[in-house]
C-alpha cells in the first residue's frame, strides 16, 4: 500500500499540508486520514507516515497537526511536520467513512500485512523508563522563638525539626 494505491480504496486527491485551505476539509464528517511523504511518492516502499481517523477533520488537522493540541502521537505529528521540517513535504489524503475505527484498523491491517509493520507515525515513541522513586526529602529545620507568658517577649530561640509532608 502507498500513495498510488490510495485512490482505489476511495481516497481524496492528495494536497499539501502546508497549502491546505480550511475550506477543502469536509466539515465534521468521520473521515479516514492519511499523511503521505510527497518525496517518496511513487517509490516502491510506502511513502504513507500515518493512518489516522476523526470525525472532525478540520479540528484534527489544523487544532492538533499543526497546532500540537492533542495526545502523544498528534504531539509527535505536530513535532515532526514543525520541528523536523516535513510541513514542506507531507501531503493530506482523506476518505469519508461511516466507521472511521474500523476503516483506520483495516487499513492498518493492511499496510502491516504488506510491510510488516505500521506506518512511521502510527508508531508510539518509546515509552520512558519508570522513574525511581526517590527517598523522602530530609526534614526541614524551622526555627520558633518561645515566648514568656508573663512578658509576651522571645526569651529564646530554640530549633525544631518538623516533618514535610
Do not use: C
Amino acid at each position: 500500500m502507498n500513495s498510488s494505491t490510495l485512490k482505489e480504496k476511495g481516497f481524496s486527491e492528495s494536497v499539501t499540508l502546508k497549502n491546505l485551505p480550511f475550506s477543502s476539509l469536509p466539515l465534521n464528517k468521520s473521515t479516514v486520514l492519511i499523511l503521505v511523504d510527497s518525496l517518496l511518492t511513487g517509490k516502491p516502499d510506502s511513502d504513507i507516515l500515518y493512518i489516522g481517523k476523526t470525525k472532525k477533520p478540520n479540528k484534527r488537522i489544523f487544532g492538533g497537526y499543526l497546532s500540537g493540541y492533542g495526545g502523544k502521537i498528534t504531539r509527535k505529528i505536530n513535532t515532526m511536520l514543525l520541528d523536523d521540517g516535513y510541513i514542506e513535504k507531507v501531503e493530506i489524503s482523506w476518505m469519508l467513512t461511516e466507521d472511521p475505527k474500523a476503516a483506520q484498523e483495516e487499513l492498518l491491517e493492511s499496510f502491516k500485512k504488506e510491510h510488516g509493520k505500521y506506518p512511521a507515525w502510527n508508531n508510539p515513541a518509546k515509552k520512558p523508563a519508570k522513574s525511581l522513586k526517590l527517598a523522602a526529602p530530609p526534614a526541614k529545620k524551622v526555627v520558633k522563638a518561645k515566648r514568656s507568658p508573663k512578658t509576651a517577649k522571645p526569651t529564646k530561640a530554640t530549633v525544631e525539626t518538623q516533618k514535610t509532608p
